[in-house]
Structures are given as structure tokens and as C-alpha cells.
């Protein structure tokens, strides 16, 4: 009985380091996606960046296709044509011309993907509430000064 105790006990501490440890890498990642989105915002209107931010969406599963094999729904794909679409209607308008901050935005909006594609993966495997404490703590500390 000590032994399964014992055995338990550094299970569950290896888990904790494991946690520790993926929830400061996605600390660093959400931290980079913050950075770049607000580095984009002063090369930019709030109003096209908020637009151009939500192509996460269209980004999550094609991004989840390419690294974990994960084919994604014909709706994907749908969704993904309709978002260049949008995209292209706001930059192509005449009163409006694509600006750097546009493309800076695209990059936000491809790490937010990545971000949320690890958290899914690794949510599975380790506690949800221990990878969102590290990496929130990880975060919030590098945005100290």
C-alpha cells in the first residue's frame, strides 16, 4: 500500500512538473501574441485589426491540419474563403489601403491559433486548471517591469 502511495505521489508531482513546465511555454507564447497585436494596433485602425484578429479561426484547424494531422471539415474550408473574402472587401476598399499593421495582425492571429491548438493537446493530458495557472502566471510575470 506505501508503495502505490509513493507511486502515486511522484506521479502526480512529474504531472505537476509537466504542467509547470507546458504552461510556462504557453505563457511565453500568449505573451508573444499579445506583443504582436499590440504592436500592430499603431500600424492600424482598431476597427480592421479587430477583423482581421478573428481569422484565428480560420487559422486554428488548417494550422492543426499541417503539424497534427488533423483534417479539417469542408466547412472549414468554407469559412476559410469567406474570411479572405472579408479580409479583401476591407483592404481592396479605395477609402482604406492594406498597412502594415494588417500583416502584422495576420502574424497575431496565426501564434493566437498555435496557442490554442497546444491547449487543446495538451488539456487532455494534464490539468486544464494547472496549465491556465502557470501560463497566466508566466505571462503576467514577464509583463512586469
Avoid at 499541417?66 to 474563403?81: G, K
Wanted: with cysteine; aromatic share 14%.
Amino acid at each position: 500500500m506505501k508503495n502505490l502511495e509513493k507511486s502515486r505521489l511522484y506521479g502526480d508531482a512529474l504531472l505537476l512538473v509537466v504542467a509547470i513546465i507546458w504552461g510556462a511555454v504557453l505563457g511565453v507564447v500568449f505573451l508573444l501574441a499579445l506583443f504582436i497585436q499590440l504592436t500592430a494596433l499603431q500600424y492600424t485602425t482598431s476597427s480592421k485589426q479587430a477583423f482581421i484578429a478573428s481569422s484565428y479561426i480560420m487559422f486554428t484547424p488548417l494550422i492543426s491540419w499541417a503539424f497534427f494531422r488533423s483534417r479539417p471539415a469542408v466547412t472549414d474550408f468554407v469559412a476559410a474563403v469567406l474570411m479572405l473574402m472579408g479580409v479583401g472587401f476591407i483592404g481592396l476598399n479605395r477609402a482604406e489601403e492594406f498597412q502594415i499593421g494588417d500583416f502584422i495582425t495576420l502574424g497575431f492571429a496565426v501564434v493566437f491559433a498555435l496557442q490554442i491548438i497546444l491547449i487543446s493537446r495538451y488539456t487532455k493530458e494534464l490539468s486544464a486548471a494547472n496549465i491556465t495557472f502557470f501560463r497566466l502566471n508566466r505571462c503576467s510575470g514577464s509583463c512586469r517591469r
